[in-house]
């Protein structure tokens, strides 16, 4: 075996080797990309839970105010009235304002998906560019059957004897 022929080879391996080793690693970020996803739908939820549990505190408060309100002054049923709905409105807010949250920690959680998807899809395509730069080299080289461009023969219409051209 030549000198290149031997060079040509290791150029096929050494294109092999960095295809499995793109393939590897685009695996390895959406791997990881899955695991911050999951982690952020995770955090997502327990916010939603905490703005449960911290809405319920707050009714629990708000019964305690109606409480003292009632008993100073039972004959102000508007300002009793007005009192709850600004107690419940202040409950609704706790658990909005925790839905929020939690959709905005969802949303970056899609986002890792579709990056772990992407590294993925662009270590594909790098792996597929190594592995046909090696079958390219190797063309070229004239391994495997193939001829080397710079010994393709043309000829002329007008009967021209045959040129080897690049």
Do not use: C, Y
């Not at 695991?35 to 952020?40: G, Q, V």
């Not at 039972?74 to 009235?81: A, F, T, V």
């Not at 409105?89 to 990056?115: M, P, V, Y």
């Amino acid at each position: 075996m030549s000198g290149t022929a031997v060079l040509l080879a290791f150029s096929a391996v050494s294109a092999g080797v960095s295809a499995i080793g793109q393939l590897s690693a685009g695996a390895a970020a959406q791997r990881a990309a899955n695991t911050n996803a999951r982690a952020l739908f995770q955090t997502a939820n327990a916010e939603r839970l905490t703005a449960i549990e911290n809405a319920k505190r707050q009714a629990r408060i708000n019964k305690k105010i109606q409480g003292t309100n009632r008993a100073h002054d039972p004959d102000k049923l508007d300002l009793l009235e007005d009192s709850a709905m600004e107690q419940k409105l202040a409950e609704l807010d706790i658990i909005h304002a925790g839905e929020i949250k939690a959709i905005n920690f969802e949303n970056k959680g899609r986002s890792e998906i579709a990056r772990g998807q992407e590294a993925r899809r662009r270590a594909k395509l790098g792996a597929f560019t190594s592995v046909l730069m090696g079958v390219g080299s190797a063309a070229a080289a004239g391994i495997g059957g193939f001829s080397s461009p710079a010994t393709i023969p043309v000829g002329n219409s007008a009967g021209n004897p045959l040129q080897f051209v690049a």
